[in-house]
């Protein structure tokens, strides 16, 4: 993953309304939830949803898939694990330094 792509996932995670969707996602797994659903849980209006929504979207954090009248958001759980393993993939190699 580039410092760039990181960057700008961790700009759009870094609401909390957008964090809780995340979370909400993550915890639902692969069968995602509903727009509805998400609606419900956070308790905020639809306009303010779509807007986060959205964010997370042109991120590529997450998916949209219509399934019959619902519209199910799904969590891009490979770019997920990219990010963190981004994070954390140069963890401790400089512990022996002395600052």
Same mark, same amino acid.
């Given at each position: 993953m580039k410092l760039e792509t990181a960057a700008l996932i961790l700009s /759009? #995670? $870094?609401n909390p309304t957008r964090l809780n969707i995340v979370r909400l996602l993550v915890r639902a797994g692969e069968p995602g939830l509903s727009v509805g659903a998400i609606? /419900? /849980?956070l308790n #905020?209006? $639809?306009s303010t949803l779509t807007h986060? #929504?959205?964010h997370l979207k042109?991120?590529?954090l997450i998916r949209q898939e219509r399934q019959q009248a619902s519209?199910?958001?799904k969590m891009e759980f490979e770019l997920?694990?990219?990010l963190v393993a981004y994070l954390?993939?140069?963890c401790c190699i400089d512990e022996d330094v002395v600052a």
């Open positions: /759009k #995670i $870094g609606q /419900k /849980k #905020i209006p $639809g986060h #929504i959205a042109n991120a590529g519209l199910i958001c997920l694990n990219h954390t993939e140069e």
